[in-house]
């Protein structure tokens, strides 16, 4: 056998070190789900023919159980899967859904597609970071705001938009935006 004896679907580790792809020996992971939730990736993979399909929603769950998707939880992730850990990190950095470092208590996310760029995204993000004292991919000192930059958010007809958390702000000015950030706390 290869470093895992597999019965019955389950995985029982043996006396030797666990290899990645290549053969190489990779340390034990630091994180791993409990067993409830590593009934619920076997439950998501089990919905589909390729159980590669559930690698969406085992990141979703990794993320709120861990806070963001570190290159550990990557290679955690990818082991579930049978996966490279180059595979599973071209899928994180591919969505802005998944977080590689903490996140704040808020993310605002504005949208700079074609309409929003056209309608005043620029200067909208301009005055997010202003306001904020970041930069777009950072998060306020009191860890209270991300700031994203994203592609459509698919509301060009309230352009400029951005999200906040899971609700669209339409049609932004500086002023609006400002009475935004106030109501975060």
Do not use: W
Request: hydrophobic share 40%; proline share 6%.
């Amino acid at each position: 056998m290869s470093g895992r004896d597999r019965t019955d679907g389950a995985t029982r580790a043996s006396s030797r070190p666990p290899t990645d792809h290549a053969g190489l020996e990779v340390p034990a992971p630091t994180v791993a789900f409990s067993a409830e939730q590593l009934g619920e990736v076997r439950r998501l993979q089990g919905l589909y023919p390729d159980r590669r399909a559930a690698l969406l929603p085992v990141l979703h769950l990794a993320q709120e159980t861990f806070g963001y998707i570190s290159l550990e939880v990557e290679r955690y992730v990818a082991g579930l899967f049978d996966l490279t850990p180059a595979h599973v990190h071209e899928v994180v950095t591919f969505y802005t859904m998944f977080f590689r470092a903490p996140k704040g208590r808020h993310v605002v996310a504005v949208c700079h597609n074609l309409s929003c760029h056209l309608a005043g995204a620029p200067a909208i993000v301009a005055h997010l970071q202003g306001r904020l004292g970041i930069h777009v991919g950072e998060t306020t000192a009191d860890g209270r705001v991300t700031l994203q930059s994203v592609e459509c958010l698919c509301a060009c007809e309230h352009a400029p938009m951005m999200q906040v958390d899971d609700r669209y702000e339409f049609g932004l000015t500086p002023e609006k935006v400002d009475r935004i950030l106030e109501g975060l706390r």
